[in-house]
């Protein structure tokens, strides 16, 4: 995974990294979205998962991420089977954009100096800090730190073969310092299908423990 850009590494920029570093060990959280409309129930319903874009049809990649949303299916009770004939079609897709810039700013505090000591906090996901010194506020901060962060985000939609008409739409999306698809996806999926299929027209947050990221 990616780490932290350095410029100026202080003290406090130490901390500022560990605290980066030790984000990945927490959980993974991601935003997802769901609805529903007459939701066939499991016994006895089949589907196949297809790629929603048609440049990741046959892929290995798709087929080994398509293999996870199977795998969630099946454990609500569906009944994998072909797209020529399902009860149900799947569509799938990922992304991962291009990633931007996270900056954590930290330097001189307004009560540090000859009357006070050094004061900071956390602001936004940054370490912020103000110094002031002989009655004369410094606006230039020492340090900063900069972490590429990447929103990834999965699509899944269910309709009825026989008709086309949809029956569930669903959407994982979080926000990390990984742009490993590999990484992300299963996380996401995971994500997508607790609790499936939720309450229609809902967006939760799910978080999905480190130990099972890994």
């Not at 939609?157 to 990984?178: L, T, W």
Request: glycine share 12%.
């Amino acid at each position: 995974m990616p780490l932290p850009k350095r410029v100026r590494m202080g003290g406090f920029a130490v901390v500022a990294l560990a605290m980066a570093l030790g984000g990945c060990a927490q959980s993974f959280d991601a935003s997802v979205s769901r609805f529903s409309h007459e939701l066939p129930a499991p016994a006895g319903q089949s589907f196949a998962v297809v790629a929603e874009n048609p440049r990741n049809a046959g892929g290995l990649e798709f087929g080994q991420y398509a293999t996870l949303v199977t795998e969630q299916l099946r454990k609500q009770g569906y009944v994998a089977g072909d797209p020529a004939t399902s009860d149900l079609v799947v569509e799938f897709d990922y992304s991962v954009d291009k990633g931007r810039d996270k900056v954590s700013m930290f330097g001189p505090d307004p009560y540090w100096g000859p009357w006070h000591g050094y004061r900071g906090g956390f602001y936004g996901g940054g370490f912020y800090g103000h110094r002031w010194g002989y009655g004369l506020y410094n606006p230039w901060f020492d340090d900063v730190s900069v972490t590429t962060v990447y929103t990834s985000a999965i699509d899944v939609r269910i309709k009825r073969r026989s008709d086309g008409q949809r029956v569930f739409e669903g959407k994982a999306e979080a926000v990390s310092p990984s742009n490993h698809l590999s990484y992300v996806v299963p996380n996401l999926v995971e994500a997508l299908f607790s609790g499936f299929p939720g309450q229609s027209g809902k967006t939760v947050r799910i978080s999905i423990p480190s130990e099972k990221k890994k």
